[in-house]
């Protein structure tokens, strides 16, 4: 324990990557609940796929990649939550546009030559996080915790039961709007620690373990609060002592055990 | 006292036209069942009522303070609420969101009228239970504090009892008759034509775009007793 520490207080990079990775997994968690109960589990996966593409463009047109990143993959977002299921269902949309877009994502960065950048775009890792996403992680981690404290009654609302709250007159597009954005940010900061393979564990894996033992809204997003944080941290020791295997590797495989235990303990329970 | 009155009300469900000029009025203290074959356009009619769905043609008058964000709404269930973690209370409490468009954080009396709302429907033992947990009538009697909540003065219920079985059925008419005593307006979709004739004041049989019937219960009785009633367009 007492080397982790040191790690962190002498390694700047190291103190960046668990500040971003400490804010990315609160807000993946909390927009997890609803993007899973609103059976958009494979949300994070897309928009990972996306955001893949994306940063490959930039880097091969030699902008900015956030500055790419982030309005392509929110634009996505909104598209799959507001219009997905008109014509093609919202999950085989998911597969189609995030297959599309990481094809066109290795195609760009192969012709380009740099094969190191497609690695640490895919896996993540502890070294791709910079200053910039840390300001940015800050940010969009306080917007989160504000909309879902302030608008907590609505999000569980509209979640529950979206032609309901309509009928009372709460707009259920804005809060989806809302919602999009935000994972859409997440997302892309999210990537680079944890790899566009594996963002999406972050996502799905909290509320999922939290849905086999709570059986309320509130007990479920804070339970799913407290597994993300918790996983992220231990992961983050794990890749530190078990040096050269990534973060993302190391969080999801500490995800799936709180998941099967949840598991199991509902098992028992029954 | 004219609660809503239908002028004319044109809509379709996906481009097919499935109610052709209606005209309807529904007067406060009403019990209003919809009947009609699968497809007949019961259920959009019930969401252009809502405001959920835009109407073709023709207009949709609220009066006596009534608007269409005040109405009490029992949707069909969703698929999403199969698996949903919430307890009762967190559901029956969402029927306060739209009372004021800046409602942030349930009030004292936003509590209170939920409280009210679960003693009412025999459900306050249920409180912390999981939503999904609960037998198919309990659901339903969730569901109904819910629209409780969010109206005083008039309840739109879509087949509460599909789905139930005769004992659970019978209570929940049971439950519905006794909050039409009290005062509340009921417009109701239901398949079951006995114990609509049982219960109801009015009933609407809708057919073919056309309404077949509209009028008092006791009328519909006689009718359908005496095999009269047909499409009249075919």
Known sequence: MNTIFSAIMTYNFLSRALVVGLMISLCAALLGVVLVLKRYSMIGDGLSHISFGALAFAAVMGYAPLKVAIPVVAVAAVLLLRLGGKKIKGDSLIAIISAGALAIGITLISYSGSSADMNSYLIGSLYAVKSSDMTLAIVLCSVVLAVFVLMYNRIFATTFDEDFSKATGVKPGMYNTVIAVLTAVTVVIGMRLMGSLLISALIVFPALSSMRIFKSFFAVTLSSVVISVVSFITGFCLTIILDGIPTGACITLVNLLIFVLFSLVEQVRK | ?234
């Open chain 2, 1 to 234: 006292m004219a609660l809503i009155t239908l002028e004319n009300v044109t809509m379709s469900y996906e481009g097919v036209k499935v109610i052709d000029s209606l005209n309807l009025t529904v007067e406060s203290g009403d019990y209003l069942c919809v009947v009609g074959e699968n497809g007949s356009g019961k259920t959009t009619l019930l969401r252009g009522l809502l405001g959920l769905k835009k109407l073709d043609g023709g207009n949709i008058c609220f009066s006596d303070g009534l608007k269409a964000e005040k109405i009490g709404y029992l949707p069909q269930q969703t698929e999403v609420q199969k698996d949903f973690p919430a307890s009762v209370r967190e559901v029956v409490r969402s029927g306060r969101i739209g009372t004021s468009p800046f409602k942030l954080f349930y009030s004292a009396e936003d509590k209170r009228i939920a409280e009210d709302a679960m003693e009412k429907l025999e459900i306050k033992d249920l409180a912390k239970k999981c939503y999904h947990d609960l037998s198919g009538g309990q659901q339903q009697r969730v569901l109904l504090a819910r629209a409780i909540c969010a109206s005083e003065k008039l309840l739109i219920l879509d087949e509460p009892v599909s789905g139930l079985d005769s004992n659970a059925t019978d209570e929940m008419y049971d439950v519905i008759k006794r909050l039409n005593n009290d005062g509340m307006t009921v417009i109701m979709i239901s398949h079951d034509i006995d114990k609509v004739i049982k219960n109801s004041k009015h009933i609407l049989h809708l057919g073919q775009q056309k309404a077949l019937f509209v009028g008092k219960t006791e009328d519909y009785k006689t009718i359908v007793k005496n095999g009269e009633l047909q499409e009249k367009n075919s």
